[in-house]
Nanobody
Framework: QVHLVESGGGLVQAGGSLRLSCAASGGTSRTYTMGWFRQTPGKEREFVAVNTRTTNTSHYSDSVKGRFTISRDSTKKTVYLQMSSLRAEDTADYYC?????????????????WGQGTRVTVAS
């Protein structure tokens, strides 16, 4: 069982930056493919970014490409989401997730473990 805890959310002005962290504990020492998703009330959880477990490649949704960067520190079992040039439409609850599959997962159902989320509010 893997336990994920997000942190780093908060209120930021449009155009600003924020870094989210996701600390993993439990489970085995294997590396997981790690993803970030976000969700706003009344909408489905949407893919934001993913970093794959073996090739260390990253993928992004079109809406955040060029503004967000996903990275991981395997020694700390932590994955980060650096968010820059934030917009009001980036306001959401952000969730990190882990999957044991090799491929990058873009859909929530592909993930095995989830954190509780951290709220990001971008004021325009």
């Amino acid at each position: 069982q893997v336990h994920l805890v997000e942190s780093g959310g908060g209120l930021v002005q449009a155009g600003g930056s924020l870094r989210l962290s996701c600390a993993a504990s439990g489970g085995t020492s294997r590396t997981y493919t790690m993803g970030w998703f976000r969700q706003t009330p009344g909408k489905e959880r949407e893919f934001v970014a993913v970093n794959t477990r073996t090739t260390n490649t990253s993928h992004y949704s079109d809406s955040v490409k060029g503004r967000f960067t996903i990275s991981r520190d395997s020694t700390k079992k932590t994955v980060y989401l650096q968010m820059s040039s934030l917009r009001a439409e980036d306001t959401a609850d952000y969730y990190c997730a882990a999957r044991t599959g090799y491929a990058a997962g873009h859909f929530p159902l592909e993930y095995d473990y989830w954190g509780q989320g951290t709220r990001v509010t971008v004021a325009s």
